[in-house]
């Protein structure tokens, strides 16, 4: 059974960093793009970076680019998103959402975990 | 960026009706449309990719097709259980972008 699972959420103050992580099971981790969408309380959905399955290729949103940092570590079958100078907006559930190899859909969502930025 | 426009925003049909809803992409995207179903608490699930795709162990009463660059999702006979909030998402180009949601009600 493939499985998503979030970590690494909380409260944090403007201008802190945080750093989340997504540890998969089910599959062979290696062969799959990686992205982060979050979504404000109560807001849609709103793409936030993408990773090749052997991280040759790395995509952020603007509203993220310079201050957060997608990365992958394939022997511990794990996704991080390193997030930095953190921002009010950037309050939201956290998804790491899978891609299949050469395929541009998510087929497998997290359960998501929330990250709230607030003094 | 691409825009995704979404509508309806929101949707209340019965059982007996077909289900409709659109994403106008502001250019092509060749295909590179899916539809997400969110329920209340949980996480999206896929149900079209490709455009016209159907997702493993999604309904045949769903259906997605295109017709130049707006994008339709299709609910025929929609069940109560289809109550949600629908997302179609652009992957065709980063930022990959979705459309700002349609909040169906099923009665």
């Known amino acids: 059974e493939v499985q998503l699972v979030e970590s690494g959420g909380g409260l944090v103050q403007p201008g802190r960093s945080l750093k989340l992580s997504c540890l998969a099971s089910?599959?062979?981790?290696?062969?799959?793009?990686m992205n982060w969408i979050r979504q404000a309380p109560g807001k849609g959905l709103e793409w936030v970076a993408s990773?090749?399955?052997?991280?040759?290729?790395?995509y952020y949103a603007d509203t993220v680019k310079g201050r957060f940092t997608i990365s992958r570590d394939n022997a511990k079958n794990t996704l991080y998103l390193q997030m930095t100078s953190l921002r009010s907006e950037d309050t939201a559930l956290y998804y790491c959402?899978?891609?299949?190899?050469?395929?541009?859909?998510?087929?497998?969502w997290g359960q998501g975990v929330m990250v709230t930025v607030s003094s | 960026d691409i825009q995704m426009t979404q509508s309806p925003a929101s949707l209340s049909a019965s059982l007996e009706e077909i289900v409709t809803i659109t994403c106008k992409a502001s250019?092509?995207?060749?295909?590179?449309l899916s539809w997400y179903q969110q329920k209340p608490g949980k996480s999206p699930q896929l149900l079209i990719y490709d455009a016209t795709s159907l997702a493993d162990g999604v309904p045949s009463r769903f259906s997605g097709s295109r017709s130049g660059t707006q994008y339709s999702l299709k609910i025929s006979r929609p069940q109560v259980d289809d109550s949600g909030i629908y997302y179609c998402?652009?992957?065709?180009?980063?930022?990959?972008?979705f459309g700002s949601g349609t909040k169906l009600e099923i009665k």
């Open positions: 959402a899978r891609r299949p190899g050469g395929r541009r859909y998510f087929d497998y």
């Open positions: 250019q092509g995207i060749d295909d590179y």
């Open positions: 990773i090749s399955s052997s991280s040759s290729y790395i």
């Open positions: 998402l652009q992957s065709y180009s980063t930022p990959f972008t």
């Open positions: 089910g599959f062979t981790f290696s062969n799959y793009g």
